[in-house]
Every structure is written in C-alpha cells, then in structure tokens.
C-alpha cells in the first residue's frame, strides 16, 4: 500500500458528460389549469437536441377530458373543438416516453420545469406508467436568473429571454413553439456557461453560482491527476494538509473543486488557500476509503468535519469486579470485561443501558461494596431507583449469575433483552402509554444496534487472515485482512497466476499482532468499511485462517427491530 503518484493529463471531458455530447429533449405543455389536480393537458410539445442540432419534434394535441376554460383558449387559441377527436393523455403517454428516452441519461428541458414535470409525473402515476427514477432535469427559469441579469432583461418569462438572444422562433403559448423557443434560450444560457467554467451535464445540474476567482485560478492544480482510484491531499503554502478526500476517479474528483459544480462555501473557502494537491493512487476502492480514514485520523485535517476524531465514540461495558455494573466508556481496554458499541454518542450508550438494567438486575451506582460498606450506604437503593441484589442482599456468587446473564446478552444471545423489553412495550401499548413505549423502543434499538456492531467487529478482530477477492471487470480486486484491519490490497488480472498472486499479497501483507475486544488493532470505522465491503454481492472468500462467525441468537437476528438503515451508517463521512 505504498504511495504513488502517476502523472496523467485530465481532461475536461473527464468530469461527465460534456454538454456537446448530451442528449436534450425539451419539452412544453398546455393545460387546462395551473396544477395537476384536476386540471388536464391539451397539447405536448417536444424537441430533440444534440450538439446544438436538432434531431426530432413531438408533436400532438390532447384531449383533456375536462372542459377549457375560456381563459385558456383565450391565451392559448386551443379550443374545445380542436381537442375533441384528438387521443387521451393515456394513449399519448408511451409515445412520448419513448420520444423522450428519459430512461437512458436524455436530459428533460423545460421552462418552470416544475409545472410540465409536475404534470407528467400526474399522468405517469395516474395511467401506471413509471416515471424514471433519477431523470435528469434542467429548469432553465433559475438558470437564466442566475446567467441573464436583471440589468440586460426586466424579467425572466420565455418570451423577454427569446428576444434577448434573438431567438428565431418566437414562443405563442402553443406547445411545440414554445418548446422550439425554449431551445433557443437553452443554447445562449449554455454559450454563457462556458465562462462558468460549465462544460458537462453534471456541473450544469449542480451549478448555482459562478466559481470564485481563486477557483478559476487554481485549475492548474489538477492537471498530472491519474484517473484512478485513491486519495487526494489539498495543502497550503507551507505544505500543511488542508483537506482529505477519496474518490474512484482521482481526475474527476479533484478536477470539480475548480469548477462551478463546488457550491459548498467553506470548501471554497479553503480553496482560496491551496497550494498543491497530492494524489496518493491506491489499487482499490477500499484502500482508499480505508486510507483516507487513517489519513484523516492522523492528520486532523480543518477542513474536514468528519472522521476527524475516531477515538471520539462512546463504548458500553459490564466492569470486570466482584458486583459488575454497566459504565459508558470512550475505549476498549485490555480488562476481559464485554463491550458493545462502538455508539456515536453517550447518549445511544445510555439507552442502550438502560435496556440491559430494565432485563437484568444490575447495580446502577459507582460505590464499591465491601467490609465496612453496607448496601444501605448507597444512596440510590435508599430512594428506591435501583433494584439490584448488590451485598447484604445476595452474595457475589448470586450477583455473580445476573452479570453472566447480561455478558451472554452483550456478545452472544440477545433473546433475554429482546423478550424482555418488547414484552414491556406491549404492556404500555395496551395501556396507551405509547410515549413510554417510543422510549422502550429507542432503547432496544439501540442496543440492538451496538450489540450487533460489536458481535460484527469482535468475530472478525479475532480472524487472523482473511483473503477475498470480488470481481471488477475483467481483473479481480483482492483483499487481505488482519484482526479486522486491511493489511493489503492489489488487482489481479486475467494473465496473473492466482495462486502466485494471493500468495505475494499475503507475503507482503503488513504484519498485525492479535489483541482484545470488538476493533483491537483498526478504528472501528476501518473494520466497519471492511465488513460492508465483504457484505457487498459478488465477493469470494479465499481463505479465512480462523472461524469466522457471529452468535446464531446475536443482536443482528432482530435487525427488524431497530432503525437498520440509518444504523448501518454508523460512521458518517
């Protein structure tokens, strides 16, 4: 995992789809009425571009199967004689869908898009047609707020922006015209662009504002960036890190700092004060996502907001004494007691807690019972808040039965817990007591979830080598993994010997020494980025030096119970 740097020429084009090479289709309706609801279409225009030419029109009139109101006609000439022998909404959608090709990356045009997008997302949902997930949309009213200032224009309506351009077809509040116009406005706002420094149809979707002088200024920084996966290092004149990013295409990444398509202010703000860019290219994604972390954690870059502090989590573990209790600690020590977490607060180590106290009867105080120390010295048993059998009341052996109890709930069966505190929370349900219950909840979950984590992180801590592979084209990603650290990474291809090669990679892996607890020789965030890439379709173990398992009755049989998906990212980036 040695660092390199490949000198590679970048190119614009790496950044997406230039503008040049995109596909528009920009559309125009008229209605009936100003919202979906009750209103209907009376005319669909639409108009193929690419490459400044255009390659098709749509074309059609549309029976709205609701009266028009002589408003409408007025402004529109559309009347009710004109659409009555044309085709419903639901014969003229599949044909033009079709025109559309939305599902294959055509970029959707319109001006107010929201309204003729609106409209035709009604009509999909109404006749059981799918709109496509994630077509792009460019709306070219804040585009041209944005591009044409109030000084050149009075406003920004279809029509004052057709003149301003000199647009020659001319919009007349009918479809196809209006569409044709659109076009128009779309070509001057895109010649505009180019000083934006916009030039693909990812930048165009996210670009709000121009980019600032500092980053037209430091676009040379990008140039020699390699189109790899890895890490990119942004310092300042003194050489100072003041950023760490990761990315698939170290190109393409670095290269949108500059561009318009970087909105964020304190990013560019911190461009203004870069000086150089350092890409470290690694063999795999998740090397660079694990050394980004590591790079991260070491250097505590100030312009990054996250990953900076990972020893900043809260643990939840049983002490290792003659009357064990539940304490929220920040680290896993070497003391034979059970963990569970890692938590991204206190406050989820404590619900977790408190889930465990309300299934077992664990002392709740910090005093240490002995000769000399009664159990009426302890201040919370006096007021009745806890209910625990400490001494004086049952003796350490007894005690002793409880706290094995919980351990066995914190690394291996959580049905005790489970049963326990579901069993309450359809009591307080049936109360009506549903606030309590929600509490209850909270609680399960979250221990559930630091439960699992932990179970997840210990049984691969405890495997000393773990080899697989996953396929990435025609080459094959290979990972060697130590007590749930990354210890190499490397790309075989076709023409590589696989025995050879897994053989080299484990030869040449960095050497990681066993130790105690949930994540002993990686952060917990490095662990958890290993195991969601093991978890992720298509990975082959090759070789694992150890049993690999988690409990049979752990934390993750009950993943219905808790809010997984949001739990699951436990680290966010």
Known sequence: MAEQQIAVQGTLDDLGTPLSQATFVVVDLETTGARAAGAGITEIGAVKVRGGEVVGEFATLVNPGVPIPPSITLLTGITHAMVAPAPPIEAVLPA????????????????????????????????????????????????????????????????????????????????LDDARATVGVLHGLFERLGAFGVDTVEELRSFRSAPTSAQRGKRHLA????????????????????????????????????????????????????????????????????????????????????????????????????????????????????????????????????????????????????PG?????????????????????????????????????????????VAAVTGHITELSAQLRFEEAATHRDRLAAFLTGAARAQRLTALAATGRLVAARRAGADWEVHVVRHGRLANSGVM????????????????????????????????????????????????????????????????????LTDWDRAAGAFPR
């Open 96 to 175: 033009f869908l079709e025109f559309a090709g939305l599902d294959t990356g055509t970029v959707l045009v319109a001006h107010n898009a929201p309204f003729d997008v609106g409209f035709l997302r009604a009509a999909c949902a109404e006749h059981g047609h799918a709109w496509p997930v994630g077509a792009p949309v460019v709306d070219t009213v804040p585009l041209a707020r944005r591009l044409v200032t109030r000084d050149e224009v009075p406003n920004h309506k279809l029509h004052t922006l057709a003149v301003f351009f000199g647009v020659p077809d001319r919009p007349t509040h009918r479809a």
């Open 223 to 370: 140039e020699g960036v390699p189109d790899a996966p890895g890490v990119y290092v942004f310092t300042d004149a003194k050489g100072d890190t003041l950023y760490v990013g990761k990315s698939r295409s170290l190109r393409r990444r670095v290269r949108s700092y500059f561009t318009a398509a970087e909105t964020r202010g304190r990013i560019r703000e911190m461009i203004a004060l870069v000086e150089g860019v350092t890409p470290i290219v690694c063999a795999t994604e998740l090397e660079a996502e694990v050394r980004e972390l590591r790079m991260i954690a070491g250097r505590k870059p100030p312009y990054n907001r996250r990953s900076r502090n990972p020893e900043r989590v809260s643990w939840l573990k049983l002490t290792a004494e003659a009357f064990p209790r539940l304490s929220v600690v920040r680290a896993v020590r070497d003391d034979g007691a059970p963990y569970v977490g890692p938590f991204r607060s206190a406050r989820d180590a404590e619900l977790a807690r408190d889930a465990l106290h309300h299934a077992f009867p664990l002392r709740q105080c910090t005093h240490r019972f002995g």
């Open 373 to 417: 120390r009664p159990v009426s010295a302890c201040v919370l048993f006096e007021l009745g808040r806890c209910g625990a059998p400490c001494e004086g009341r049952e003796s350490p052996d007894d005690y002793g039965r409880h706290a094995a109890a919980a351990r066995d709930a914190m690394t291996g069966d959580a049905t005790a817990v």
């Open 493 to 560: 291809t076709p023409a590589s010997d696989p025995a050879a090669f897994v053989a080299a990679l484990v030869a040449t892996a960095e050497t990681v020494e066993p130790g105690a607890g949930p994540a002993p020789r990686a952060a917990a965030q490095e662990t958890e980025c290993v195991l969601r890439w093991l978890d992720s379709p298509g990975v082959r173990l090759i070789e694992v030096g150890a049993p690999w398992t988690c409990p049979v009755n752990g934390a993750e049989k009950y993943r219905e």
